[in-house]
């Protein structure tokens, strides 16, 4: 099957009939629409190629289009965060992906405007008006040939060192639709799935590999090209046809000309998103304005 | 017509019946095949869509896949340059794109590379060991959304103060076939034709446009989504399959996954050919090591 | 003389007693004062050693302490350019220095934020509601040692050719005390004077050498090691001890450690200011919202 | 007392007299003369402020004026190297320190063309021709303010993870005089003290913190401006002078203003070091190669 998709709301696209353990609902924030879809056991899981869990994808203007930061959008995603992320407890953030290639570029990017806040503390914290800000830490730890490492042995050996009460990945997905591209966000507590993302394929990255939840950020950037020849022709390419797409066997991958906006665009939403829901003692200008 | 190329080898695949005005034969270089089309008069121009110019096409091994620099392409290159580039004179090297954008940053990454001259002169060259070497300006021009100018206007703003005997631009290009990304050369006397490139699609840059030779050095980095749908199913999609293609009119476009190893590597290639030919008074080695 | 400064309320210091041809008075618009300094004759020139012309220098919260975007001190600069801005034509930006080194990168990371119109016209603009818009071009020009080229030059051929009405310049500058590193912008009609800056000395650009009024906007964030030498002496250093403090002829340069985010913060703060006196027709939270 | 220096050499030079505990010798490759001064008890370790240790000192030509990769000062500094690193097991090599501070950017940009090999295994390294290479992980840890958390605490959090043999830290250091920045390059098996560095200050690690060996190898690239005022005055200074030279508390440091080119060519030496050190089947031109 050469369709491949990270995005649970085209898994449920691509198999409607199965409704066996998977619950939907939608809801609205002025222009935002979001989706929530719920996989409830095994045979949901199984029948949407996803596992257990909740599944919220916000659809919102073309970040690659629009004409700049939406802070409406930034609400509507730091709502629905607000339900996934534990209430207490030190926060680990980590941007996946691999900073030198703009289409897997959004963790780095994201990660790096997250408020690091874990070391301000005690004095320091009251002198800069900082007191009662919760305690984040923030890693991009790089991609497999960069580091030699799989991304989850570096988060799981962080996160023994540093014990959070949840990790939240922000990494940059693959979809089945070029539409989707840069117009849809993602958010999930059954973490990284394998074989996602756009670089390097991924390791599962889940509480049942941590042992804490793993609340999981994305947006789509990239649609596989034999995916899109899938799409085209409705078939499996055969091997020539195959060879063409993939020559040498690379992976090639379709993304908008205009990826570096999308990418710096949803960057900014996640980012802000994410420390407005970690940081309720600060307004959203406040934090705004702390990254900047 | 869908198939976007910028090759002109491309362009005679795509009309191999149309043999007058152009001529064509081929070299060898080691493991290098190195293709010489002469566009030679205006009947060529049209069936082959190019201007008339030679252009040349070097095979060389992938770039995102092999193991390194590689200094026999490079030697090619540098000889088959030789042949375009006029033997005296100041000459402007400009890197063209979009440096945020990986498959665009290649004319930028390769400008960084390039060894800046024009300023080394008298008593400040003789003490550092370089006179004798020939005036070289390099610049980064940017592209039109970033700077609100046509490429071509600060080229030629540039050109008209500082009066080189030639300008070189270096691009990023688009191919019809994936298997040329990142395997592909192609050099050419009639400079930048109205519409390549992989960012913003350029205006025309060219003796005619300029008053002075332009030589053009590319690598195709990126297909366009629009082409390579065409190539699968053999004909113009429908204006619903385009929809899909190009969603809300976005340019959509296919690269490697690999395309930063591709992009710096071809930056790499193509600014040591470029320095090895302008400057024949150093050595390969010594003019690696002045640009690292 | 070793004291090496570009701001003229810093030559003003120097020189207190040398009122002739010099004028000076204070505003203040908030927590920021404002000097301005006007030299308005030959003599004035002399003594100050800066040319004839308005500066304009406001002392701001530093850059690299304060907790964000200081959008108070934003509009006071902007009303300041307001009056060093001629109303009406086109206008070039250039953003001055070297990117790659974070003390000179103030001109390329502010000129990246500029709001780039020129080529927004017609059709394009009214659809993505953007007529009425002041043309606008940018251009970040590198520096001599990756160029070839003087930056008064490229400026020169590029404005020769599109013809702007006035210059812009952003640029790093050299303080005399360290005190005033990311504490205050100077903005003046009379252009670059010949050797100021951070990385390469630079050449005038000015309205004598250009032919158009040329605006210079400047933050401190150097001092030069041999300027602090002579201030904690209170004399000139003999060779032994210059050779302490330059061996090997090598120039060396003070900062504040917190240097990055002075420059990212710098650069928010100008071009904020200068996309505000430029585009009139949009407010400031829309031009903010258009540049992230 | 306000000489800050992270070379063993210059506080060796601070206090001739104490020979107790301290040896040191030294060696010549060509043009590189190489001190190794050994802290053998505690006696030496209170004298010379340093811990317990051996501490190999590299006197290389001016990375920030010389024309380019200086091979023989990489074979010095690998041979060295050699000694210091053990002869089996997987390495873990972290480069710390900012990637957007110019002067604290050594240990990333270093780590960025350091050989990651620990995932190169079985058939793929067969099929590579890489089989017989030593695993190596590596990782930019990032500062305290960006990600919330000690380097030790994450260097150890992945030791532990990953069980290498030895960690090797690359990182830019502060040094007493100006004439050694970029001049030198300090090795040692005693890992980083406790205030070392250039950006934020560095909590320990070492074999004590981490329980395996822990190489730390770094360049000069600051000196402190408060070291400078007090080296060129001979005495403390007070608190006036003292607000002068860092205004509101503020850490000043003096660079060279060549400060990237110094920081890209000791980036490139120490990685190459280190590379040919680790991966003895491979020869320096493949190592160089691999990383191109």
Redesign the interface.
């Known amino acids: 099957m050469n369709i491949r998709t990270d995005l649970a709301v085209e898994a449920r696209e691509l198999h409607p009939e199965d409704a066996q353990g998977v619950e939907s609902e939608e809801a609205r924030y002025g222009n935002i629409t979001v989706s929530r879809i719920t996989v409830t056991n095994e045979a949901g899981a199984v029948s949407l190629g996803k596992p257990i869990g909740k599944y919220i994808t916000a659809d919102i203007p ?1 970040l ?2 629009d ?3 939406d802070s409406e959008a930034a609400e509507a995603l730091s709502r629905e965060l607000d339900d996934l992320i534990p209430k207490d407890g030190d926060i680990l953030v980590a941007g996946l992906g ?1 900073n ?3 289409p897997d570029a959004l963790g780095p990017k994201a990660a ?1 405007r997250i408020l ?5 503390t005690g004095e320091t914290a009251k002198l ?2 900082l007191d009662g800000l919760r ?6 730890p ?1 991609v ?7 991304t989850g ?2 988060i ?7 014990k959070p009460a949840a990790v939240i990945v922000i990494d940059a997905l693959a979809s089945h ?3 989707r ?1 840069g117009c849809t966000v993602q958010m999930t507590d059954s973490g990284i799935s394998p074989g996602s993302g ?2 390097n394929n991924r390791k599962e990255i889940s509480k049942s590999t941590l042992g804490i939840p793993v609340i999981a950020i994305g947006v789509p950037t990239v649609v596989e ?1 034999t995916t ?2 899938y ?3 409705g078939s499996e390419p055969d091997s020539e ?1 195959l060879s ?5 066997g ?11 906006t999308l990418i710096s ?1 949803a960057a ?1 939403l996640i980012s802000h998103a994410v420390n407005c829901s970690l940081q309720k003692s600060l307004s959203p200008d ?1 934090l ?5």
């Open positions: 073309p690659s289009e004409a700049g930061f691999n030198d290639i703009t790096s690091a806040t874990r070391h301000i800069a008006g305690r984040v830490a923030v890693l991009a790089g497999l040939g960069q580091t030699g490492m799989e042995e570096i799981a050996g962080i996160a023994a060192k540093i639709r070029l539409k591209l756009v670089g090209a899109l020849a799409d085209i022709t046809r063409e797409i993939e020559p040498r690379s992976k090639m991958i379709v993304t908008p000309r205009e990826i570096d665009r900014a406040e705004m304005m702390l990254v900047s």
